[in-house]
């Protein structure tokens, strides 16, 4: 079975533990971690787009017609 050392305190641990036997730390090999951190980068993503179309709006780059033109593929 493959050891991998807690991420918290370097104890040297089943790569299946779901607990650290040493510091008792929930997440000892960093997944849910990067898992946390793949969504908060998706999260701020999602705001940038969404503070882009805003803006693009405000000034005029973007019309609703053309949302509609590019939702529908219309040309006209
Ligand atoms: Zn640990």
Known sequence: ?????????????????ATCIS???TDPFGAKRSRDR??????????VFVLGVTYCFKTGL?????????LFHRTS
């Not at 793949?38 to 705001?47: A, C, D, K």
């Not at 973007?62 to 590019?70: G, M």
């Open 1 to 17: 079975m493959a050891m991998l050392e807690c991420i918290d305190c370097g104890k040297l641990l089943s790569s299946t533990a």
């Open 23 to 25: 510091c008792g730390s």
């Open 38 to 47: 793949r969504q908060l980068i998706g999260m701020i993503l999602l705001i």
């Open 62 to 70: 973007l019309t609703p017609s053309d949302v509609r033109n590019f």
